[in-house]
C-alpha cells in the first residue's frame, strides 16, 4: 500500500485545487484552507476512485458515484441547491422551480461541474500521472477508513461553517428527496456491469478527444456565465442546452470510445480538454467573485497547471511500463 499511497494523495491534494482554487470560487490568498478543502473534496475523490477500481467497474460508474457525490455536497453540506441566498449571490432565482425548491439551472451546471471537474479530472490526471496502477486499488482497509473518516470531517467542518455564515437548513422533504437520489446513484453505480476488455479498434485522435473536451466544457461554462451576467432568456431554454451539451458528449463518448483501445495520450487528451476549460473561465470567476487584484494570484494556479500538464503529456508519451 505505501508504494501506492503517493497516487492517492496526488489526487487527494489535485481535486480541491481544481475543483475551487483553478476554477476560481476561492482566491490563492485562501490556500491555507486547501487541507479542510482536500478532506472533503480530494477525500471523495479518492474513495469513489477506490470502490470502482475494487469493484472491477468503469467509467461509467465513476460518474454515477460524482453525481452522487455533488448531490451529497450541495444537497447536505452547502445546500446551494436549495437555500435562496447562497453566498449572498441569488443562485436559485432563475429558473427557480417551486415545488422543487431550487433553480434548475444552477441544480444542473452545479452537479455537472461536480461530475466532470471536482471528480473525473482529478481522477483521470491522477491515474495518468501513476499509470502503471491505473486499474489497481491504491489503499487498504485501513487506508480507505481513514480517508472516510476525513471525508466525514471535512464534510461536518464545512457543513458547520457554512450554517454559522450562512443560516439555513433544508426542508426534511428536501434532504429526503436528495439522500433517496443518492442512495440510488449509488445502487446504480454497482450494478452496472463490468468493464469489458476493449477491442483492437482506436479510438478518435487525441486531438479529437482533446478539442471534445474544451467545445463541451466551454459551452457549459458559457451558458452558466452568460446567465450570471444577465443574458436571462428564458430558463427552460437554458437547460434545455445544457443538457443537450451534456448529451452530446455523452454520446460521443459511448459512439466514438466505448469498447476501443485506449492509449495514454488518449486519456491525457481528454483530461487536458477538461482542465483547459477551467484554465479561461476560472479567470472570469476570479475576478467576479474577487475582483482584479485576485487575478496574478489565480495566474500562479493556472501557471502550476500548465505545467503539471505538460507533466502529464511527458508521462503519457513514453512506454509504459509493467507495474
Known amino acids: 500500500m505505501w508504494r501506492r499511497l503517493p497516487a492517492a494523495l496526488s489526487l487527494f491534494v489535485l481535486s480541491p485545487l481544481i475543483a475551487e482554487y483553478l476554477l ?36 461509467p460508474s465513476m460518474i454515477l458515484l460524482a453525481t452522487a457525490y455533488g448531490l451529497i455536497e450541495e444537497g447536505f453540506v452547502t445546500q446551494s441547491l436549495f437555500n435562496p441566498n447562497y453566498l449572498h449571490l441569488r443562485l436559485l432565482d432563475y429558473g427557480y422551480v417551486p415545488w422543487l425548491g431550487t433553480g434548475l439551472p444552477w441544480l444542473v451546471y452545479v452537479i455537472s461541474i461536480h461530475v466532470v471537474w471536482s471528480m473525473s479530472v482529478p481522477i483521470g490526471l491522477s491515474e495518468g500521472l501513476f499509470r502503471n496502477r491505473r486499474d489497481q486499488p491504491w489503499l487498504g482497509p485501513v487506508g480507505i477508513g481513514a480517508f472516510a473518516l476525513l471525508f466525514a ?11 454559522k455564515s450562512l443560516p439555513f437548513m433544508a426542508s426534511p422533504a428536501q434532504l429526503a428527496a436528495t439522500g433517496g437520489a443518492v442512495a440510488l446513484l449509488i445502487a446504480a453505480a454497482f450494478a452496472l456491469p463490468k468493464t469489458a476488455p476493449a477491442s483492437d ?6 486531438l479529437v478527444l482533446l478539442g471534445a ?26 437547460v434545455a442546452a445544457l443538457v443537450l ?14 469498447g476501443r483501445a485506449w492509449t495514454d495520450l488518449r486519456r491525457c487528451a481528454l483530461m487536458s480538454g ?8 476560472g479567470f472570469v470567476i476570479a475576478r467576479d467573485l474577487h475582483g482584479a487584484a485576485d ?15 505538460g507533466w502529464a503529456w511527458v508521462v503519457a508519451a513514453r512506454p509504459a511500463k509493467r507495474p
Open 24 to 59: 476560481g470560487s476561492m482566491p490563492m490568498a485562501m490556500i491555507a484552507l486547501l487541507p479542510l478543502m482536500a478532506a472533503m473534496y480530494g477525500s471523495g475523490a479518492v474513495l469513489i476512485r477506490e470502490a470502482v477500481r475494487r469493484a472491477g467497474r468503469g467509467w
Open 153 to 163: 470531517a471535512g464534510s461536518g467542518l464545512i457543513a458547520a461553517y457554512t450554517y
Open 201 to 206: 479498434r482506436a479510438a478518435p485522435h487525441p
Open 213 to 238: 473536451g474544451v467545445i463541451a466544457g466551454s459551452a457549459l461554462m458559457l451558458l452558466q456565465l452568460l446567465a450570471q451576467h444577465g443574458w436571462r432568456w428564458p430558463w427552460p431554454a437554458c
Open 245 to 258: 451539451v451534456e448529451a452530446g458528449f455523452v454520446a460521443f463518448m459511448i459512439a466514438c470510445t466505448r
Open 274 to 281: 477538461g482542465l483547459l476549460v477551467y484554465g479561461w473561465s
Open 295 to 309: 487575478l496574478p494570484g489565480h495566474a500562479v494556479i493556472a501557471g502550476l497547471f500548465a505545467l503539471l500538464l
